[in-house]
């Protein structure tokens, strides 16, 4: 108590106190002014999102940025930097590479995808993606231009390759398909590509007959020479599987073929988009390698709505809440300017950092929702504040104490709150990095906004209380004792009385009377305190469970919308493994 009661420590509040008391009369003498300086500040400042910046590479936003696996790429391509029209495979790469992706399972689910419909279907995507044509400085370029190409050829639709298109029907049944490698008629090796889900494999040739039912299998193929191939002759072989995967990979040797590349994946997306809706004997689920990223960018759009909603929840959350007393002291429309005064907040956040360079990445959606919450808090703080100091003979006075009661604690738990995003700051991963930037200036921002726009508006509707006008037409009113005395009408003693409060309970809404009046009573009850203990008991011990069982990584699905065509070929990208 002694270092709680320290003289240095009352000295320093007492200075805070009297420094916010007159900021408060400040702001009660000219809250017009401070209404519009806040409105033009955070204005013009939030016309500085034109200069948005948007950064969407998740790799480079959620890993570590001084990790070992980032220092050895750069170390890599430092020794082995790419060239225009080189050929390499998928794991000299030192990236995850360009490339478009098909994923197809049969229809209906679960049933195998060696079936002669499903491969036709393919080869019409097949069709599409070959004839894909990009645009660039009067040049076009189709998928041969662009491919990554393998020994000269371009890698990509193996199994495509391994069948006659015009004969798929009669080879499905009698050729082979083995397993894990395939030999196709380039002379390449490659990975089969298939899911593990529902996979059935055949040991040997004569197995592969009996299980097909095959007497004369098409074994081996023209292209495979048996007598300098016999080991992979005797390989395994495929019965069923309910997945396959086809990717066409394309360059990157410099800066031109990578443009050329990502205006190709845009086409692929489109076409391949188009084909597949119209196809009926299988699902088949398209991506990129940029997929990821556009499509983690695109929840941006919902935020907004989904923002516009939340903000007009919280105006009526907060008129709801602050509603009681009479038409004299009602603050329904108050509360609207706390509200108001915290998206001001937002969008100079977002204008400043937008204006100075800072990346601005999908989890930066989330900010607004933080600081509506912290905002109306301070709001709230502000309200209690002014609700007991009580009526005063001037309203500077009535605003000034408020001020010092409350702006202490709302300056303590906004600087709390600043340098816990501050400190954010300083952590390796670029996404969070710049989610603390926007939404530690979005607290500062938050807090002045509280101090100076809702400040103003309570010194507003401080006058108006004092001159006895009513909340929402600004008209002087008679109390309601007085209208029966004078025998008003029923109407107007309904909607038209009111009186400055005699005591700060007099226009307390039923959110802050029914807890004050009966939490105490339920809270004391032995039954009531067991549930309690019980209950946080219980929370603690799941906090400890979940502590100890917890797994690092990335969903991807969580990055995703979940209607996102890319929600499903990550499912199924988890099944391929």
Known sequence: ????????????????????????????????????????????????????????????????????????????????????????????????????????????????????????DLYKVKHIIDNITVNTNRITYNYEDT?????????????????????????????????????????????????????????????????????DPDWPPDWIDPTLDQRFLDTKFLVSAEALKFRWNLRQGNEEEINVSLMFENKFLEKVGVVIETLNNSLIYRS?????????????GSDITYFTITFTIMCFYASFVNSGGNWVTSKGLLTNAGVIATVLAIGFSFGFCCLVGVPFVSIVGVMPYVILGIGVDDMFLLLAGWKEVGIQDSVERHLGLTFRRAAVGISITSLTDFLAFLAGISTQFASVRYFCFYTGLAVIISYINQLLFFGAALAIHTRRVYANRHAFTCQVVDSKQQMIDDRR??????????????????????????PRKYLPVFIKNILVKIFVLFSFAGLLGVGIWGTLNLQEGLELNYVVAHDSYFANVTNYTEVLR
Not at 104 to 111: I, L, Q, R, V, Y
Request: charged share 20%; with cysteine; glycine share 6%.
């Open 1 to 120: 108590m002694r270092c709680c009661n320290s003289p240095k420590l009352m000295v320093v509040d007492s200075c805070m106190s009297g420094v916010f008391e007159k900021l408060g009369r400040l702001v009660a003498r000219y809250p017009w002014h401070v209404i519009l300086s806040v409105l033009l500040v955070c204005g013009l400042m939030a016309i500085g999102i034109l200069n948005i910046n948007q950064s969407s590479d998740v790799e480079q936003l959620y890993t570590p940025s001084n990790s070992q696996s980032v220092l050895d790429r750069q170390r890599l391509i430092e020794l082995f930097p790419l060239r225009p029209g080189q050929s390499l495979e998928n794991y000299q790469l030192p990236n995850l590479g360009l490339y478009g992706e098909v994923i197809a399972t049969s229809s209906p689910e679960g049933s195998s995808v060696l079936n002669a419909d499903l491969l036709l």
């Open 147 to 215: 491919c990554s190409r393998i020994h000269g050829r371009c890698d990509n639709d193996w199994l495509l390759s391994y069948f006659n298109e015009n004969q798929i029907r009669e080879q499905i049944k009698s050729r082979p398909i083995p397993y894990p490698l395939i030999w196709l008629p380039n002379g390449r090796k490659t990975a089969v590509d298939v899911g593990k889900l529902n996979l059935i494999v055949a040991n040997s040739l004569e197995e592969w007959k009996s299980v097909m039912n095959v007497s």
């Open 288 to 300: 990129v390698s940029q997929s990821l990223n556009i499509e983690s960018d695109g929840g941006t």
């Open 489 to 514: 009408h029923l109407c107007a003693i309904i909607w038209c009385n009111g009186e400055q409060p005699n005591s700060a309970v007099d226009d307390d809404s039923l959110c802050e009377t029914l």
